[in-house]
């Protein structure tokens, strides 16, 4: 790690008062990118570090270890006086403040952002929060709850069937990394004005934001998008097609595309007709497409067909499962997986030309740091 690069947000000092996903997964990016992060927890510690299985060996809980790499932890209990000034004098010093507390909830430990800003107008501080800060700040921020709420679990499942959440909390993450985006936006304005600013984010406005040409249909057309299977309301081929053995995802997502594919099917003819020539007559018509494009499909594996498609230029891939998803990583010699003393983590997907990332520090151990920190905080700052 000595030969690592610098960071390039190296020098930056984050306090973390954020616990579970969102925000924890916003402060390890910026760990990852050299910035030293203190991560502040309650004497019971991080809600994930008891969400559990799966687990490691030594039986510590997969999830908090997916989340937190390259921090220090500090145990403040901000009930008590001697932790709070501490959590003061740590917001006093950062350059970033990240917390997901229930909004206000901070402000009676005097860590609300005007009341930090009065000591450091300098901090930028990220607030993140289920719903807001006005009408729906007293309503609970799970991202399961965001996903029926904001219309995604209308759109994933069979159109028969019930509606189902996605397999990650995938509002969570994109929250985090709207607030990472936030962020560096404001740490990039204070270079300018020498002031920092209040960064609010919150989980629907995301998933609103997230939900792209979904929103946007309504948005623009009011249109209410509904539940499809694996189909997209605007493109065909784009779903898993059936071959001989098995699916295997086809995409066409323009007119040269789809010619390619019926070329490489062995049915040009397909590629001429009149009621498949655009993309707009393709999904319109695609209940008349598919059983002949299954036809074609039908002639060869799944393995077959991929190695056809891919060398004739046309998207195609198999449904793999994560360890098939790293399998495929790695042989693309994007080596998906680090290790830090021992521990196996996820590999940033960030590259730099110059600049490093930071992969030295394990997930920390509830309180892991607390005595260094409190006699840094205590001290002369």
């Known amino acids: 790690m000595a030969d690592t690069p610098p960071g390039p947000l190296s020098g930056l000092l984050v306090a973390d008062f954020t616990r579970v996903l969102a925000g924890p997964y916003a402060t390890m990016m910026m ?65 970033v403040l990240i917390q997901n507390f229930k909004p206000g909830g901070l402000a009676r430990f005097g860590l609300d952002h005007e009341t930090v800003a009065a000591t450091n107008p300098g901090i930028v501080y990220a607030s993140i929060s289920g719903f807001g800060a006005g009408a729906g700040a007293h309503l609970p921020g799970y991202d399961l709850l965001v996903q029926a709420m904001s219309g995604l679990m209308s759109l994933t499942g069979s159109p028969d069937g019930p509606a189902y959440r996605a397999g990650i909390s995938v509002f969570d993450v994109m929250t985090g990394m709207h607030a990472l985006i936030g962020v560096l936006a404001a740490l990039r304005e204070r270079d300018a004005s020498g002031q920092g600013q209040h960064v609010e984010v919150n989980l629907l406005s995301s998933a609103l934001s997230g939900l792209v040409n979904q929103t946007g249909a309504y948005a623009a057309a009011g249109v209410t998008p509904h539940r499809m299977g694996n189909a997209h309301p605007s493109l065909f081929p784009y779903e898993p097609m059936p071959t001989a053995d098995g699916d295997l995802i086809i995409i066409a997502g323009n007119d040269r595309q789809y010619t390619a594919l019926c070329s490489a099917l062995g049915a040009s003819e397909l590629a001429a007709d009149e009621r498949f020539r ?44 994560i360890a098939e998803g790293f399998a495929l990583a790695d042989g693309l010699g994007l080596e998906p997986r680090v290790e830090i003393d021992g521990l196996g983590s996820v590999r940033n997907p960030l590259r730099f030309s110059r600049s490093g990332l930071r992969y030295d520090l394990p997930p920390p151990e509830v309180g892991q740091d607390s005595a260094e920190i409190r006699a840094w905080l205590e001290g002369d700052s």
């Open 31 to 95: 760990a990852d990118l050299g910035a030293q992060v203190v991560k502040v927890e309650s004497p019971g510690g991080d809600d994930t570090r008891t969400w559990m299985p799966p687990t490691t060996d030594e039986g510590v809980s997969t999830y908090y270890l997916s989340i937190n790499r390259n921090k220090r932890s500090v145990v403040l209990d901000l009930r008590e006086p001697r932790d709070q000034r501490a959590a003061q004098e740590l917001a006093r010093r950062a350059d």
């Open 278 to 321: 655009t993309v707009a007559d393709r999904t319109r018509n695609r209940d008349l497409l598919r059983p002949l494009l299954e036809k074609q499909l039908a002639k060869r594996t799944r393995s077959e067909w991929f190695g056809i498609l891919n060398d004739a230029g046309i998207p195609a891939g198999p449904i793999n499962t």
